[in-house]
């Protein structure tokens, strides 16, 4: 890359990630420019008209030769943004989606609606902790335990709960096994992705952690376990779960979850776009 004002690099960033098929390529290229001049986004658009610094160019090149390689954007910066807040995250963790901000709107929601003051929540396959943390700052009433079979995870989620100040119960072990008791809430972002499809996915999912993934040959090979777990675990009323799918998977998980829950309210819940998004079951 030679000499060139900031906003001319944006554009030939973008024309680099744009011909291999990146898509976003625009945002992508103001982001990997802020993460190789630390720049925030003000002191970018400040300085469109200057000379791009030359000493930071060697270490923007290695930045879009990565992301050229399909190495996640979040990845690369090393962080992402959820429940209006911003995650550590690495290849240690899957990156959390906006989408999965529902369980988090679910739970809330559901301890107020049932005036639960101190609810006892459990966020199982935590990850990168995003879902337990922003639950736990934004009802810090509540008592909060994550567990994930990841002890790599769950460095990135103790990080995650420190700097944005969290209070989390964090345990390491298979679903619950590692908890105690009974719980008014449990939440859970699973794998559920089909063993073949996994392959044909998007290159820059294939590059998060497998095993936050794969679901096995019929998606609910982590589920199945997990609504085993969920029903000895929480409490027989005024309790709820609610758990993440793939909309593919959403009719064997229905089936399973209405013969395992006879006597709650069970039902699937879409999105803002109206697209398939968990499992709701719901002892009233």
């Given at each position: 890359?030679?000499?060139?004002?900031?906003?001319?690099?944006?554009?030939?960033?973008?024309?680099?990630?744009?011909?291999?098929?990146?898509?976003?390529?625009?945002?992508?290229?103001?982001?990997l420019i802020r993460q190789a001049f630390r720049w925030s986004a003000t002191r970018q658009l400040s300085n469109?008209?200057?000379?791009?610094?030359?000493?930071?160019?060697?270490?923007?090149?290695?930045?879009?030769?990565?992301?050229?390689?399909?190495?996640?954007?979040?990845?690369?910066?090393?962080?992402?943004?959820?429940?209006?807040?911003?995650?550590?995250?690495?290849?240690?963790?899957?990156?959390?989606?906006?989408?999965?901000?529902?369980l988090v709107v679910q739970a809330i929601g559901y301890a107020r609606k049932c005036g639960i003051e101190n609810?006892?929540?459990?966020?199982?396959?935590?990850?990168?902790?995003?879902?337990?943390?922003?639950?736990?700052?934004?009802?810090?009433?509540?008592?909060?335990?994550?567990?994930?079979?990841?002890?790599?995870?769950?460095?990135?989620?103790?990080?995650?709960?420190?700097?944005?100040?969290?209070?989390?119960?964090?345990?390491?072990?298979?679903?619950?096994?590692?908890?105690?008791?009974?719980?008014?809430?449990?939440?859970?972002?699973?794998?559920?992705?089909?063993?073949?499809?996994?392959?044909?996915?998007?290159?820059?999912?294939?590059?998060?952690?497998?095993?936050?993934?794969?679901?096995?040959?019929?998606?609910?090979?982590v589920i199945a376990p997990l609504l085993e777990e969920i029903e000895s675990m929480l409490r027989p009323s005024?309790?709820?779960?609610?758990?993440?799918?793939?909309?593919?998977?959403?009719?064997?998980?229905?089936?399973?979850?209405?013969?395992?829950?006879?006597?709650?309210?069970?039902?699937?819940?879409?999105?803002?776009?109206?697209?398939?998004?968990?499992?709701?079951?719901?002892?009233?």
């Amino acid at each position: 890359m030679t000499t060139k004002t900031v906003s001319t690099l944006i554009k030939a960033v973008t024309a680099q990630l744009s011909a291999v098929g990146i898509e976003d390529p625009s945002i992508n290229a103001r982001l990997l420019i802020r993460q190789a001049f630390r720049w925030s986004a003000t002191r970018q658009l400040s300085n469109l008209s200057k000379i791009a610094p030359t000493d930071q160019l060697p270490l923007l090149e290695s930045l879009v030769a990565r992301r050229i390689n399909r190495e996640p954007l979040s990845y690369i910066t090393g962080k992402t943004e959820f429940f209006k807040r911003q995650f550590t995250v690495d290849e240690r963790v899957l990156i959390p989606r906006a989408e999965s901000e529902q369980l988090v709107v679910q739970a809330i929601g559901y301890a107020r609606k049932c005036g639960i003051e101190n609810p006892r929540i459990a966020d199982v396959g935590t990850g990168s902790g995003a879902i337990a943390i922003s639950i736990a700052l934004e009802m810090p009433s509540a008592e909060v335990f994550a567990t994930d079979i990841s002890s790599e995870a769950l460095e990135v989620a103790h990080m995650n709960a420190c700097k944005l100040g969290a209070e989390v119960k964090f345990a390491q072990g298979n679903l619950l096994a590692p908890l105690q008791g009974k719980f008014d809430i449990i939440v859970s972002n699973p794998p559920y992705i089909k063993s073949h499809v996994i392959k044909s996915l998007e290159a820059e999912i294939t590059r998060e952690p497998r095993i936050a993934l794969d679901g096995g040959p019929d998606g609910i090979k982590v589920i199945a376990p997990l609504l085993e777990e969920i029903e000895s675990m929480l409490r027989p009323s005024y309790s709820a779960a609610y758990v993440e799918i793939d909309p593919p998977i959403a009719d064997i998980v229905l089936k399973t979850t209405q013969a395992k829950f006879p006597y709650a309210e069970v039902s699937i819940l879409t999105d803002l776009a109206g697209l398939i998004r968990c499992i709701s079951i719901e002892n009233n």
